[in-house]
């Protein structure tokens, strides 16, 4: 499996975003999927991850009430809505897939990974 992220940006507080990730390849597997960013110096955390058909969802406190994660699998894709951007949510921003639906919080529960979209917030 192969994942694209995008959607990241520059956004000013109290601005909105919407982030995507594709993926490519192995699609028809039921992979739970997460995102998850990394601030420049501190190490990758945990945002959000959803369940294959969408009915369990789990957030970071940080997040949580600010942030929307869903996912259409007719189209092979995730989205992490993104509202009420703080400065302190810059960072770049991944998707991944686990396939052992281990519903991991940490990055060590994923197998596959997008390559990062950067979403800088201003104050």
């Known amino acids: 499996v192969q994942l694209q992220a995008c959607g990241g940006g520059l956004v000013q507080a109290g601005g909105s975003l919407r982030l995507s990730c594709e993926a490519y390849?192995?699609?028809?597997?039921?992979?739970?999927m997460g995102w998850f960013r990394q601030a420049p110096g501190k190490e990758r955390e945990f945002v959000a991850l959803?369940?294959?058909?969408?009915?369990?969802?789990a957030y970071a406190d940080s997040v949580k009430g600010r942030f929307t994660i869903s996912r259409d699998n007719a189209k092979n894709t995730m989205y992490l809505q993104m509202n009420s951007l703080k400065p302190e949510d810059t960072a770049v921003y991944y998707c991944?897939?686990?396939?052992?639906?281990?519903?991991?919080?940490?990055?060590?529960?994923?197998?596959?990974w997008g390559q990062g979209t950067q979403v800088t917030v201003s104050s």
């Open positions: 991944a897939a686990d396939s052992l639906t281990r519903w991991a919080r940490t990055d060590l529960g994923y197998d596959y």
């Open positions: 390849g192995r699609t028809s597997s039921n992979y739970v």
């Open positions: 959803i369940s294959w058909r969408g009915g369990n969802i």
